[in-house]
């Protein structure tokens, strides 16, 4: 299997612009998950789907965040507008969702994101 | 709430080895995972515990004690392509999403 699948591997924008970061999970996998990775906060999860509907959002940080999960393949993560606090690192996730071991969330290579 | 805590950084010598702490406060408990992050990758999996005791894996293994809220990893005969973050994870009670330490990054000397 190719593993989770994120793109682009790194974007650089400009403040205000609009920014998409797009995922791939794992095919089979019922669970996708979205994570930001900073020195300061560690990986924080933003938000997870389950069969591509959002279960838990309460990390997204405000409302310029939005996530979507339009097909079992398929999500995006869209900052609009962005600012330069949300430089980070975003992750995708995806797990089988079953129980214990297969609770196991395997991680995409993730997409630097620096704001200027 | 949910706390969960490791040291920042450790420093060992190659073919030694070292032990890496995770404590936790959660609503609720359902499994712990222990996670590696070598720099500039993502995490992969490591380990997981959900009963007490020692889960042993070639020349990593983890510890679970529930009662105490206490996990650790436990890394045998140091390479140096060890050196790298180790974050400890737990799964709560409610839903399927993990909650992630702040992660203990290990340096191997020779």
């Known amino acids: 299997d190719a593993g989770v699948i994120q793109s682009p591997r790194h974007e650089v924008t400009e403040m205000g612009q609009e920014v998409t970061l797009r995922c791939k999970p794992i095919?089979?996998?019922?669970?996708l998950f979205w994570y930001r990775q900073t020195m300061m906060r560690g990986l924080e999860l933003l938000i997870y789907?389950?069969?591509?509907?959002?279960?838990?959002d309460s990390g997204m940080p405000e409302d310029r965040f939005s996530a979507k999960m339009p097909n079992a393949s398929f999500s995006t993560l869209k900052i609009q507008p962005s600012e330069p606090r949300d430089s980070a690192v975003y992750f995708c996730?995806?797990?089988?969702?079953?129980?214990?071991?297969?609770?196991?969330?395997?991680f995409g290579p993730g997409t630097r994101l620096l704001v200027l | 709430g949910q706390n969960i805590d490791q040291p920042t950084e450790m420093t060992a010598t190659e073919g030694a080895i070292v032990q890496i702490n995770c404590t936790y406060q959660?609503?609720?408990?359902?499994?712990l995972f222990w996670y590696q992050q070598h720099a500039g990758e993502a995490p992969t999996f490591l380990s997981y515990?959900?009963?007490?005791g020692l889960e042993e894996k070639g020349r990593f293994s983890s510890f679970l004690s529930r009662s105490k809220g206490y996990s650790y990893l436990l890394l045998k005969e140091l390479q140096m392509k060890d050196s790298a973050s180790y974050l400890c994870?737990?799964?709560?009670?409610?839903?399927?999403?993990?909650?992630f330490g702040g992660g203990t990054r290990v340096l191997v000397k020779p």
């Open positions: 959660t609503s609720g408990f359902n499994g």
């Open positions: 095919s089979g996998h019922d669970y």
């Open positions: 996730a995806s797990s089988t969702g079953g129980q214990g071991l297969q609770e196991t969330q395997y």
């Open positions: 515990n959900v009963l007490d």
């Open positions: 789907f389950n069969n591509n509907v959002p279960i838990d």
């Open positions: 994870a737990v799964k709560g009670a409610a839903g399927n999403k993990l909650t």
